[in-house]
């Protein structure tokens, strides 16, 4: 199954990958993990990434599009997958259905997880991320265990003032993405208030999987 979901940052969207990652065997791809993973190794790809990411800006779509086109072309991704984070622009989204279809393959479900801007903040501020495992905590609402607390990191674009402007373009540039993803009849709208196991049982509901 290949399902792709699409939300701001903040709206639980990794917690739930993880979730169903787990649940249907299918690899999570996020565009975001991949083009941090860059910037870490100082990749060419990750220092030209670096500074559209610092500024929260969009990523030039040639430079994802390569990045993600090859990343589902894997084996491991054959019998499916779950995309987080792309595509963000209509060309993106274009290029995806461009390189399914060559080979005989098409989207089944596009998710989108929503949650009101101003919770999305709260929320986001406080994102505790360990590096080794990629698990994500709170410092509020879900604080890492003492034994790892020290080596849990917050992402350098989590803050107030990058995550305003993140949100701004966010919408700017997802309304286009959801309309032709509506127009095909191939999405979802999924509440992500609530406790990450509630927002999880609303998808399979939605996508008509018993959970
Ligand atoms: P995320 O982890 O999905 O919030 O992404 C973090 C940052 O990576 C974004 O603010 C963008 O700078 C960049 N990024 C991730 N996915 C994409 C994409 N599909 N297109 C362009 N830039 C992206």
Same mark, same amino acid.
């Given at each position: 199954?290949?399902? #792709? &979901?699409? !939300?701001? %940052?903040? @709206?639980?969207?990794?917690? $739930? /990958?993880?979730?169903?990652?787990? +649940?249907?065997?299918?690899?999570?791809?996020?565009?975001?993990?991949?083009?941090?993973?860059?910037?870490?190794?100082?990749?060419?790809?990750?220092?030209?990434?670096?500074?559209?990411?610092?500024?929260?800006?969009?990523?030039?779509?040639?430079?994802?599009?390569?990045?993600?086109?090859?990343?589902?072309?894997?084996?491991?991704?054959?019998?499916?997958? #779950? &995309?987080? !984070?792309? %595509?963000? @622009?209509?060309?993106?989204? $274009? /290029?995806?259905?461009?390189?399914? +279809?060559?080979?005989?393959?098409?989207?089944?479900?596009?998710?989108?997880?929503?949650?009101?801007?101003?919770?999305?903040?709260?929320?986001?501020?406080?994102?505790?991320?360990?590096?080794?495992?990629?698990?994500?905590?709170?410092?509020?609402?879900?604080?890492?265990?003492?034994?790892?607390?020290?080596?849990?990191?917050?992402?350098?674009?989590?803050?107030?003032?990058?995550?305003?402007?993140?949100?701004?373009?966010?919408?700017?540039?997802?309304?286009?993405?959801? +309309?032709?993803?509506?127009?095909?009849?191939?999405?979802?709208?999924?509440?992500?208030?609530?406790?990450?196991?509630?927002?999880?049982?609303?998808?399979?509901?939605?996508?008509?999987?018993?959970?």
């Amino acid at each position: 199954m290949r399902i #792709l &979901l699409i !939300g701001p %940052p903040g @709206t639980g969207k990794g917690t $739930q /990958a993880s979730l169903i990652q787990k +649940k249907m065997g299918i690899p999570h791809i996020s565009s975001g993990d991949m083009l941090r993973e860059a910037v870490n190794k100082k990749t060419s790809l990750g220092k030209q990434a670096d500074r559209y990411m610092s500024q929260g800006s969009l990523v030039p779509d040639d430079l994802v599009i390569e990045i993600i086109i090859d990343r589902i072309s894997q084996p491991d991704a054959r019998e499916g997958f #779950l &995309l987080d !984070g792309f %595509p963000r @622009t209509v060309p993106q989204a $274009q /290029a995806l259905d461009k390189a399914l +279809k060559q080979s005989k393959l098409e989207i089944d479900h596009v998710l989108q997880i929503f949650v009101p801007d101003e919770q999305i903040i709260i929320r986001a501020t406080g994102r505790l991320i360990d590096p080794l495992t990629n698990k994500i905590y709170h410092k509020k609402f879900k604080p890492p265990p003492v034994e790892i607390a020290d080596r849990v990191i917050q992402r350098n674009d989590d803050t107030e003032e990058t995550l305003k402007k993140r949100l701004a373009k966010f919408h700017a540039d997802t309304g286009p993405i959801l +309309k032709y993803y509506d127009g095909i009849d191939l999405l979802y709208k999924i509440p992500g208030m609530g406790k990450p196991e509630e927002v999880e049982s609303r998808i399979y509901k939605e996508i008509g999987i018993s959970s």
